[in-house]
């Protein structure tokens, strides 16, 4: 069955700390892998996305990796903002339809001063 | 550019009352979506479609019905309200070969 599970459920951090939400999943056949950033009360907007062969992709503080061999991604915070405070989705596509995309149930992350 | 919008944004109903949820984005993207997001769950398709002139059912379906008005436009319909669909409703859009869905704010449902 393919399915995406995301780790922890939340975390509450320290503003101006590093940290790191994890993402694995059994979506097979793999397409690319996605992390969005939803705040509260708004729709969820894309952070990377990252294909078979890619490895590492940043996008200013936030750097996900993938090991498509494990079928693990991982979303790396470096130095932490208050405007960081959200929930952080994964979200997976497969080859076999384009239009079908299997979604994590988020990591709340609350950044505290 | 207003990207994906949606109304009402917030709306309560009382059991077996109808209501049409709107969608319109201005990017031009031929596929468009409609997902629910319930507490401690990821979203969940209910329907979708990849052009004009076509809808196919998504994960969960049962009790709603969609029009594709123009390519601007993806409705969402409830013909009979049931408590169990209170949820935060999402439209979304794709272009045609990128992978990046982009959402709208949302609607809070409530069914009393």
């Known amino acids: 069955k393919n399915q995406v599970e995301q780790s922890p459920q939340s975390l509450i951090i320290l503003e101006g700390k590093n940290c790191t939400l994890q993402c694995n999943y059994t979506v097979s056949p793999f397409s690319n892998l996605r992390w969005y950033k939803q705040d509260t009360g708004r729709g969820p907007v894309s952070l990377t996305i990252m294909t078979f062969s890619e490895n590492t992709k940043s996008n200013g503080r936030y750097t996900a990796t993938l090991d498509a061999d494990t079928k693990q991604s991982s979303l790396h915070i470096t130095a932490s903002q208050l405007s960081d405070s959200a929930s952080y989705i994964c979200v997976v596509s497969a080859t076999d339809n384009f239009n079908k995309f299997y979604f994590g149930s988020g990591t709340k992350l609350n950044v505290k001063p | 550019n207003a990207g994906v919008t949606q109304t009402p944004k917030f709306q309560v109903l009382k059991t077996g009352q109808s209501m049409t949820l709107q969608c319109a984005q201005d990017m031009n993207h031929n596929s468009m979506y409609w997902y629910r997001q319930d507490p401690g769950m990821g979203l969940r398709l209910i329907y979708y479609s990849a052009s004009e002139g076509t809808t196919d059912k998504g994960e969960v379906p049962n009790g709603y019905n969609v029009s594709r008005l123009n390519k601007r436009e993806f409705s969402l319909r409830l013909e009979s309200a049931a408590p169990s669909q209170t949820s935060v409703y999402f439209c979304?859009?794709?272009?045609?070969?990128?992978?990046?869905?982009?959402f709208g704010p949302g609607t809070r449902l409530l069914v009393l």
């Open positions: 979304a859009s794709r272009d045609r070969g990128r992978e990046t869905q982009y």
